[in-house]
């Protein structure tokens, strides 16, 4: 059965890199265009910027990635954030304690996750009507506690809990600080549960065919409620850390637009928006390549209020490159 | 009008569905296509309607040359398609079904409800039928939803309507109602083309006849020339390769493995029969007779009452898919795109699928035990690929059929199911998988396969339950399985013979 171990032929191998590895190409055509913009993008200090600027957004994006790979989606995420990291630093500044303030952000977004997840699966509501109203109710709530002011961390826990986000370790000299390691191990642990486990097989096989899933003996709903929920505690997490970056979290604009942020990561990254089809990788590298395109832009002198425009658009080209490349399939 | 298709080709990935056709319809000319299923018929009538277009071939209209780009565009030159399968908006009420895309408007520009629900009245009055313009499609029954296609077919000046099996749903009375109809509309000029697999209404009916036969045109002629008998062979033909399968032995055993008691559920009733190890049982009936959801319920798939036993297991209502599996149930679903494969997914991913479910008890997937998998299947099915980390869609409909088939032998079902297993396959393949049908029984498995193709049933079943209306009408041993005897229990004409007689 020597066939079966076929090498690909030059021309196959071409075609399946522009099909399969196209995150690849552009994030290293992103890059040189980077470097050619910015002389000093390639040192070391610029690279951990980025990737702790990433990790925020990077972290719900491999959750958002599950969602979108089931064939869902979770618009809900920013508002998640915004309500997790405010109710977070009530819980730090009651109980000074940073692991019982992430204990409760994790169960927070948990249950936020579940109930989007029970909308969808057993509600059968539409996942952008339910995660939309979800949105709504969290910031409201959110904006109803803080009354306009911010959540502000105590002083007295202020120098233990800014170390979560600004902390960092030394290997070989390296700074690499505590986000950046964060969001490499959270990618290439789901990396691995999609590409090797029964949940990433049973995820992928929801969003390629809910019917022949279904008929294969996967538990469908179940599926469906348990991306949801593993989103909502990424969003645990990833409010704990933005609670510690930015220290007194606004209840109004925390978050804000982080859901754009995190689908356009996954539509960089390849992953099918209709569902089945996505890498880990690609959305490791679409969050990133998101924020290295956000710091050319500031390099070019873009304003910042065009950053919604940006997304937006980059969302729709990355879409639309799909289209073409499943089209010439 | 003349309308004239010629040397129309028309290919489904590998599968030639429609093989140089010439095809001449004459105005005021009913003609009835036969074939059997999958013999192209559908597909032909779909690329005069504009579904898709040719291949290869050309389509004449009063000796113009026309390319038929859409349905809509089919319409415009006065043919109408009316689907097997009733295309009409549930939600939408008849009239505006009926008059969908082709509203008609006031002069201010809004709908002109009246002059459509007057319209629809006066069609539903030379059918002679009483259906309420204003209803909501869902309400009607399937037979009144069958006249609303024809009447929209009615109401617009056309020269073809084109009918595919139009009688399935509807009664003796109604079909005679249509009948009368259409030779109203014969006298007017308008030509018919009807698909049907009921002779008697062929023959009644039809003026000129086409059969094709693996999507090529096997004869045509007048109705007149010829009989029900002449008809019948030319339409199955007679394959050399049926010989292999004459001397089927029967490879049951004693042991019974699935005995299932007094099944009920939406469109079955009070089924029971008993299945042995190493048996081929082939359960038919028309289209809503209950086959398909039958099918799914001894899968879990479908809701159901009463009682299935499993070797020493007894599986009942509320018992799901996953409970099926573990008793050793796997299905080869119907409609294999929808409901069979994940066209995203790999090929290993697919054939792993089911054994994911219930055999896989570790954390991380080995990809090397990923491909001992495949190989394995690969090597009992010979699949055809060399590639099998690409997606499914890749391969063959038949090979594709194969990796579903391999997805529950690696999950270690005793009792397969297959539903219409050969729908979109070749006839090569078609006879590849009856004979993996064949080993797979020799080999102790017992199977059912559902089927509404006659020579499927012939070349594989031990013996075969026939359906109508979601009840067992008859079993047949494997020597009284004929075309008629078939044809004859699933039309339900026993029962109609008590009646009157």
């Known amino acids: ?329 | 009008m003349l309308i004239e298709m010629k040397g129309i080709v028309k290919d489904f990935g590998p599968v030639r569905a429609v093989d140089h056709i010439d095809f001449t319809v004459n105005s005021g000319e009913i003609i009835g296509l036969l074939g059997e299923n999958g013999a192209g018929k559908t597909t032909l009538m779909n690329v005069l309607a504009g579904t898709f277009p040719p291949d290869e071939g050309e389509i004449f209209i009063d000796g113009n040359k026309v390319q038929i780009s859409n349905a809509l565009h089919a319409m415009r030159m006065g043919i109408r398609f009316i689907h097997q399968e009733i295309s009409l908006c549930n939600d939408l009420r008849v009239f505006e079904n009926i008059f969908l895309s082709e509203e008609l408007l006031r002069k201010n520009g809004l709908l002109n409800k009246k002059e459509m629900i007057n319209r629809c009245l006066k069609v539903f009055e030379r059918m002679q039928v009483q259906i309420d313009p204003n209803a909501i499609v869902s309400t009607l029954q399937p037979a009144e939803r069958q006249l609303v296609e024809i009447a929209r077919a009615l109401l617009f000046k056309c020269d073809l309507i084109i009918m595919d099996e139009p009688s399935t749903a509807l009664a003796t009375k109604e079909i005679k109602r249509l009948f009368d109809i259409m030779r109203q509309l014969k006298t007017e000029g308008v030509s018919f083309i009807y698909i049907s697999h009921k002779m008697p209404e062929l023959f009644e009916i039809c003026d000129i006849y086409y059969i094709m036969r693996d999507g090529k045109l096997v004869a045509h002629g007048k109705f007149a020339e010829i009989d029900e008998q002449q008809a019948t062979e030319l339409m199955i033909g007679r394959h050399l390769a049926d010989e292999e399968f004459l001397n089927k032995p029967y490879y049951g055993q004693e042991e019974v493995i699935l005995s299932v008691k007094n099944l009920s559920g939406k469109s079955f009733f009070d089924i029971s029969f008993d299945l042995h190890k190493g048996e081929i049982l082939a359960i038919t009936g028309l289209q809503g007779s209950g086959r398909d959801l039958l099918a799914d319920a001894l899968f879990g798939a479908e809701e159901y009452t009463g009682t299935l036993q499993v070797k020493n297991h007894t599986l009942k209502q509320g018992s799901t898919i996953i409970d099926h599996m573990k008793n050793g149930i796997g299905m080869v679903p119907r409609s294999r795109k929808e409901r069979g494969i994940h066209n995203d997914l790999s090929i290993y991913d697919n054939i792993s699928m089911a054994f994911f479910n219930t055999k896989f008890k570790r954390l991380l997937i080995d990809s090397r035990r990923e491909k001992e998998r495949f190989l394995r299947q690969q090597k009992a099915l010979s699949i055809k690929t060399d590639q099998p980390k690409n997606p499914i869609t890749s391969l063959s409909g038949g090979n594709q059929q194969k990796v579903i088939l391999g997805r529950w032998l690696e999950a270690d079902a005793d009792i397969l199911l297959f539903d219409n297993p050969t729908q979109g396959i070749d006839v090569g393949t078609k006879f590849e998988i009856y004979r993996l049908i064949i080993e797979l029984a020799k080999n102790g498995k017992a199977i059912i396969v559902f089927s509404s193709e006659f020579p499927e049933i012939h070349k594989v079943a031990d013996s075969c339950i026939v359906l109508y209306k979601g009840r067992i009408n008859a079993r047949l041993n494997r020597d009284e399985i004929t075309e008629m005897s078939i044809m004859y229990y699933s039309t339900g004409a026993n029962l109609e013979a008590v009646k009157n007689g």
Not at chain 1, 211 to 234: E, P
């Open chain 1, 1 to 329: 059965m020597v066939s079966v171990f076929q090498k690909y032929s030059f021309k196959d191998l071409i075609k399946k890199l522009f099909a399969e590895y196209s995150y690849w190409l552009s994030f290293i055509l992103l890059l040189i265009l980077a470097v050619s913009v910015n002389t000093n993008f390639l040192r070391w200090s610029n690279i951990i910027n980025i990737f702790v600027q990433t990790a925020t957004t990077g972290i719900i994006a491999l959750g958002m990635s599950m969602v979108i790979s089931a064939g869902q989606i979770d618009i809900s995420v920013g508002a998640q954030v915004a309500i997790i990291s405010g109710l977070g630093i009530v819980v730090l500044n009651f109980t000074n304690s940073i692991w019982l303030m992430f204990a409760f952000c994790l169960l927070l977004g948990t249950l936020i996750g579940s109930l989007n997840g029970l909308m969808v699966a057993k509600g059968n509501m539409p996942a952008m009507i339910a995660t939309l109203a979800m949105q709504s109710i969290c910031r409201s709530l959110i904006n109803q506690w803080g009354q306009g002011g911010p959540f502000t961390v105590s002083n007295t826990n202020f120098d233990t809990f800014r170390l979560v986000a600004a902390g960092s370790i030394r290997i070989f000299g390296f700074k690499i600080p505590y986000p950046m390691i964060m969001f490499i191990v959270f990618s290439i642990l789901f990396g691995i549960i999609m590409r090797q486990t029964k949940l990433g097989k049973h995820i992928y096989a929801v969003g390629s065919n809910t019917n022949s899933a279904r008929l294969a003996g996967v538990n469908v709903k179940g599926i469906q409620i348990i991306v949801f929920m593993i989103t909502g505690l990424l969003c645990g997490f990833s409010g704990w850390l933005y609670a510690s970056r930015v220290m007194a979290v606004a209840a109004a604009s925390a978050g804000n637009a982080y859901e754009m942020e995190v689908i356009a990561a996954v539509a960089i990254g390849g992953t099918s928006m209709t569902g089945g089809r996505g890498k880990i990788i690609g959305t490791f590298l679409g969050a990133l390549m998101f924020k290295i395109i956000n710091n050319i832009l500031t390099m070019a002198d873009v304003p910042t209020f065009l950053n919604g425009a940006i997304s937006g658009a980059i969302i729709i080209v990355a879409v639309l490159l799909q289209n073409v490349q499943n089209k010439s399939k």
